[in-house]
């Protein structure tokens, strides 16, 4: 049962926090369907697929399946409670526009991902226009299975994706460690607050699941993340997922053409 009071104390705080944890968010019957679906997207190779289809945006082929021609994906895009709770002034506010959905399933073993944050817009352009990450534990999370770090209050801090990357997975004075929930959880960040997937000292055997889902308010046109972008609105259209409540939710109008990353390293 979530704690509705609980939730409310952490919406009014989102503007300065940046963050809002959300244990059990999901009914159970959805969150079985979700595994299932994220197995199934994982050991068929569409995951693989949409990897490579953005790797090599530039002649190759869109992938057959995109995350929303999953059943269950596409309701946990437009899930009521979560577009409701998105549209409260502190967050999104009425008017916003569905971003991308990616689904994964990681060894507990893997590797984490350095210090970084997700917001879409160009580099001072400010953060007028909010985005947000819903990030949904389908299994939970324990402390075996690898830490979702934040640093509450980094989204007001107007710098690059990669400015604190340098620093790893290492800890960070004022970082909140999310390292235990029930199965069905949801943390929604700011997209531009700080974060790292911090691998844990003695993993679990089993899976890392999570699903994550990003939505921005209308009124800025949003660079895309995925060459095939306009495939995954179609889709959404396709299966009537908007409806006549949220007529924004798909509307392409919102986004930029895409722009493919620049990517360095050794």
Do not use: N
């Not at 399933?105 to 160009?122: F, I, L, M, T, V």
């Not at 710098?159 to 949801?186: C, F, N, V, W």
């Not at 009124?219 to 609105?233: D, E, I, S, T």
Request: a neutral charge.
């Amino acid at each position: 049962m979530v704690d509705v009071a609980a939730v409310d104390v952490q919406v009014r705080e989102f503007s300065e926090r940046g963050c809002l944890v959300l244990p059990g968010w999901l009914p159970p019957a959805l969150v079985e369907r979700l595994a299932g679906e994220v197995d199934y997207w994982v050991d068929a190779g569409w995951r693989q697929q949409s990897i490579d289809a953005c790797l090599r945006p530039v002649g190759a082929t869109a992938p057959k399946l995109v995350e929303l021609d999953l059943e269950a994906h596409g309701e946990l895009a437009v899930h009521p409670p979560l577009l409701d709770l998105l549209s409260r002034s502190e967050l999104l506010g009425r008017s916003f526009v569905f971003h991308h959905l990616h689904s994964d399933r990681r060894p507990c073993a893997g590797a984490g991902k350095s210090w970084h944050h997700d917001y879409e817009q160009p580099a001072g352009s400010g953060r007028r226009h909010p985005m947000v990450h819903a990030l949904h534990y389908i299994h939970g999370l324990r402390p075996g299975m690898g830490a979702l770090v934040v640093l509450p209050g980094s989204h007001r801090e107007h710098l690059g994706k990669q400015a604190r990357g340098h620093l790893g997975t290492d800890e960070i004075p004022g970082e909140a460690l999310i390292d235990d929930l029930p199965p069905g959880s949801t943390v929604v960040l700011h997209s531009a607050l700080f974060h790292t997937r911090r691998p844990p000292a003695v993993p679990e055997a089993g899976p890392r699941y999570m699903i994550d889902a990003s939505y921005c308010r209308t009124g800025a046109l949003w660079p895309p993340v995925k060459p095939y972008w306009r495939q995954v609105l179609d889709v959404a259209h396709r299966r009537g997922l908007a409806r006549e409540r949220w007529p924004e939710l798909f509307a392409e109008r919102h986004f930029t053409e895409y722009v493919p990353a620049v990517r360095t390293g050794a």
